[in-house]
Each structure stands twice: as structure tokens, then as C-alpha cells.
Antibody, heavy 119, light 107 residues
């Protein structure tokens, strides 16, 4: 069974940093591109970042480019999101999400971890 | 970035109704479009990809159509478990984008 379990969320002050992790199991992690998608309270879905299976290709939404860094460790079946210079508008549930076939649609999602940026 | 616009933003319907949700892309995206269903407090669920291909395990009352810039999601006979919010997503661009969502409520 495919499982994606996020951790690392919490309350952080504006300008602070946080690192999210996603532990993957039930599939060959190293064969899949992965994504982070977020959802602000009461709002819609926003794609944040993608990383290819071998980390060769990395993409970011304009809203986080230069502040967030996506990475992965295939030996540990783990995905990460380093978030720096956090702003109030980064407050959201962050989902770890598996790309179904390397081209985009997400077929599995984690349960999400809440990041709150507030003083 | 490619902008995805869904319509309507919300509407009320009854069990048994046929409902259609529209998604329009700001530029052509071929058939690189997916539809997701999300219920409160839950992660989204993939319903359709490649504009019209049903994800494994998704009931056949869901269907998708369209290509280029205009797409539709149709639920042929609305069931109680279908009351949720639906999102379209383009993955034509590496900078993926979602529509703003369509909430289907009980009439």
C-alpha cells in the first residue's frame, strides 16, 4: 500500500525557517517524481514544487522561488521541503504528492502537515 | 503561468442530478488536464487524467472531456458521496496550476 507521511509542520514566526519531510513507503520511491502542494485555510490547491526521480529536474512556483528548496534522498525514501524567509501567506497545509507517471497528475497524496506563520 | 478558470465556483444540486463543471485554460494545454475531488479535511483524490481517462477505482458516473483550452467534468447521476469540491489541474507546463475549485453542495 502506498503511504506518504508528512512531518515537520508547526508554528513559526515571519522570516523564520522550517523543514518539512515526507516518508514514502509501499512503492519504489526512486522511480517517481514527487511534488509539494499546499492549501491555505479555506482556500484552493496551489502547486509548490516538483522534483524528478533522480533530482535532475526541479521546478518551483513563482510564489516560493528563491525561498523554498525541494530535495529528496532515494536511499531513505524521503522527500523534503526547506522553507526559508517564511511569510504569513505561506500558512497552509502542505501535502506530499506522488506524480503518477512523470508528467504531472498526482495519484497519491499524504495527509498533509500544517504550517502556520504568525508572530 | 497558465491560468485555470473553473465555473461555476459553487452550486447546489440534488442526488440523481447530472452535473457539469467547466475548466478553461488561458492557453492551449492539449489534453494535459486532471480532475480531483476533495472532501473537507481530506487530501484530494485523482478522478481523471489526460482530460478523459478515468483513474482506476473511480466510478464510471464520472467522465471528462475536452482538449486545447476548454474542458468539462460530468457526473452523470450525482450520489450523496459526490458532494465535495472539485479541482482541475494543468500539467502541460512544468509550472503546474490548479483551478480555484468548484464546490458542489446539497440542494
Amino acid at each position: 500500500e502506498v503511504q506518504l507521511v508528512e512531518s515537520g509542520g508547526g508554528l513559526v514566526k515571519p522570516g523564520g525557517s522550517l523543514r518539512l519531510s515526507c516518508a514514502a513507503s509501499g512503492f519504489t520511491f526512486s522511480s517517481y517524481s514527487m511534488n509539494w502542494v499546499r492549501q491555505a485555510p479555506g482556500k484552493g490547491l496551489e502547486w509548490v514544487s516538483s522534483i524528478s526521480s533522480s533530482s535532475s529536474y526541479i521546478y518551483y512556483a513563482d510564489s516560493v522561488k528563491g525561498r523554498f528548496t525541494i530535495s529528496r534522498d532515494n536511499a531513505k525514501n524521503s522527500l523534503y521541503l526547506q522553507m526559508n524567509s517564511l511569510r504569513a501567506e505561506d500558512t497552509a497545509v502542505y501535502y506530499c504528492a506522488r506524480d503518477s507517471d512523470g508528467s504531472g497528475p498526482v495519484d497519491y497524496w499524504g495527509q498533509g502537515t500544517l504550517v502556520t506563520v504568525s508572530s | 503561468a497558465i491560468r485555470m478558470t473553473q465555473s461555476p465556483s459553487s452550486f447546489s444540486a440534488s442526488t440523481g442530478d447530472r452535473v457539469t463543471i467547466t475548466c478553461r485554460a488561458s492557453q492551449g494545454i492539449s489534453s494535459y488536464l486532471a480532475w480531483y475531488q476533495q472532501k473537507p479535511g481530506k487530501a484530494p483524490k485523482l478522478l481523471i487524467y489526460a482530460a478523459s481517462t478515468l483513474q482506476s477505482g473511480v466510478p464510471s458516473r464520472f467522465s471528462g472531456s475536452g482538449s486545447g483550452t476548454d474542458f468539462t467534468l460530468t457526473i452523470s447521476c450525482l450520489q450523496s458521496e459526490d458532494f465535495a469540491t472539485y479541482y482541475c489541474q494543468q500539467y502541460y507546463s512544468y509550472l503546474q496550476t490548479f483551478g480555484q475549485g468548484t464546490k458542489v453542495e446539497i440542494k
